[in-house]
């Protein structure tokens, strides 16, 4: 295989970080080489304190550069966007309040945030959260779930989802098994939940069963260690987790997309030899590394492309895997719409505003 086919091979299973609101020559190097399928997008890559009209213009430039670069005409353009305290955006895009008091207008808010998506571009948002707040001093989840009980939280995700594809945006339901019970943030360490596969039947899997009964397209893994199912490795790199309940228990069909790659829970396991080999034997598909959490260097990711190479190479990875996952998201990514960067009126921001503070200011429901 020539040294940059693998290279290429891994781009495909790439959604990747840039640093700014314009391209680095290293941005311009793993664009050109890696030629990624898809990019995700943080506040960092959005000109904050101007106009709209300009910090859009600059937005719709570095995604014609990013194009330019990857040479994909299509792409997963894509969004860390769920509401509450993770929205990327400048003003005047709304700021819809968290998941947990949506309730009732999760289905609104769902089609409302997919219009102002598709109009920066955004063909892929990272949500729903499919999560459930069942652990008050969990770090990293508690309001961004719908709810306190699986129930709640399976008729919002399906309603937030349903809204997100009417406006025509792809939406992704994370994290897989389950990260409402954990008390430590998985950015900074690896949570542990000793939750046995019945428990996670009773509770955690709920919603996930919910989306895929609606075809979601991705669910997302999460980097946590359940020792009582898989005692090795966290959710993103376990066959009994991603394999056994995801794929043959639940019958899921559609993409399995790591959680970053950055993230300190796995960052560090992701460049040791065969990491990304097991990933993919798991049932991994697709891989994001933001460059957003603990380092914007490109180094990493050229380390588990060159794995990915190798493990290849040595037949530590089975090339079926691999070409079914391909197959998984060129399919999606065939059906998958491009969309224009345009300016929205000011009558659709006004609704769309005037939603969020209802949304505010209701009473939650569980």
Known sequence: MPVGQHLQNFG?????????????????????????????????NFLDGTSYEIWLQTFRELIDQIRQYAERDSMFITLDHEGGRVVRTPLPITRFPHAFLLQSRSRQVGRATGVELKSLGINLSWAPVADIYSNPQNPVIGPRAFGITPETVAKCVREYYFGLQESGVLGCGKHFPGHGDTSKD?????????????DLRNRELIPFKALIEEQVPLIMTAHILFPKIDPDVPATLSQPILNTI???????????????LDMKA????????????????????LFIV???????????????????GDSLGKGNLDESVVAAARSRIEKLLAATPQYLVHTLDKDTLREHAELAIACSFQEVGF
């Open 246 to 260: 995801l794929r043959q228990e639940l019958g899921y069909q559609g993409i399995v997309v790591s959680d970053d």
């Open 290 to 308: 933001s460059r957003n959490i603990n380092s914007s260097s490109i180094e990493r990711i050229y380390q588990i492309a060159e794995d990915f």
């Open 186 to 198: 998985s950015h900074i360490e690896l949570p542990i939940l000793n939750l046995t596969t019945e």
């Open 266 to 285: 796995v960052s560090d396991m992701f460049i040791q030899k065969g990491t990304v080999a097991r990933s993919f034997q798991a049932g991994c598909d």
């Open 12 to 44: 495909h299973h790439l959604i990747l970080g840039v640093s700014g609101t314009t391209l680095s020559d290293d941005d311009k190097r793993v664009l050109s080489e890696l030629q990624p399928v898809g990019v995700i997008f943080f506040a960092k």
